[in-house]
């Protein structure tokens, strides 16, 4: 479902799982990883987050969540809420690989992380809760807000539009794009680059500009 692999410093992250979408088992393997990479954050390290062939994440499997309970679902939220937090503010630098689509859940995940990559042949970045009818929360939309342009977050929230790479990258929402079997080195090495910096200042850093948004996700 997920994979975590260490390349000498920089954690890889993979979701494997076809089209990756967010379920109680796959929130409770990206927690336990989530663990491990914040426990070993010194300095040089970085987390890059991928997918597999065509897709990133296509957000939630609404077929396993619509059968959740009442109480079931107060815990996922919460759970989710606790990943992108977590990601937020990881005390390390993050890299979004968009290998292929990043739908709703999966657009804010990698939203979630410092920098994004998109594969330049293939894949959309679409928040595409306008078009199955699935409100976007307060905290949640707060990720949007903090980190896209003003006019960006509103077209994607309010019209669902599919970005390619060129298209996000004029929008601002990914920070550049590579081939297919270029994009996961691209993504390390920028890791790499971030990675150089003190890590105690890029913990302080993440927490004074990203840590109002984490702190309302959990609150």
Not at 29 to 42: F, H, N, Q, R, Y
Not at 98 to 122: I, K, P, Q, T, W
Request: glycine content about 10%; aromatic content about 6%; some cysteine.
């Amino acid at each position: 479902m997920i994979d975590h692999t260490k390349d000498g410093a920089i954690h890889v992250v993979t979701m494997n799982a076809g089209p990756n979408l967010i379920c109680p088992d796959w929130q409770a393997k990206m927690l336990e990883i989530l663990d491990a990479v914040e426990s070993d954050c010194g300095q040089g390290a970085a987390l890059v987050l991928t997918g597999v062939e065509k897709f990133f994440c296509n957000g939630l499997n609404l077929e396993v969540v619509s059968q959740l309970d009442q109480q079931e679902m107060a815990s996922f939220g919460t759970r989710m809420a606790e990943i992108h937090q977590r990601y937020l503010v990881l005390p390390c630098p993050t890299v979004a690989a968009v290998n292929g689509h990043a739908f709703a859940g999966g657009a804010f995940l990698a939203l979630s992380c410092d920098y994004r990559l998109m594969r330049e042949d293939r894949g959309w970045f679409c928040v595409s809760e306008v078009d199955v009818g699935v409100p976007v929360p307060a905290p949640m939309m707060g990720i949007l807000q903090g980190k896209l342009p003003a006019n960006t977050a509103r077209d994607a929230l309010l019209t669902g539009r599919r970005y390619t790479a060129d298209e996000a990258i004029a929008a601002g929402i990914a920070d550049g794009k590579a081939a297919e079997d270029r994009l996961l080195e691209e993504a390390k090495g920028l890791a790499l680059l971030l990675a150089t910096k003190e890590p105690g200042i890029f913990r302080t850093l993440k927490q004074t500009w990203f840590g109002p948004m984490a702190e309302a996700l959990v609150h």
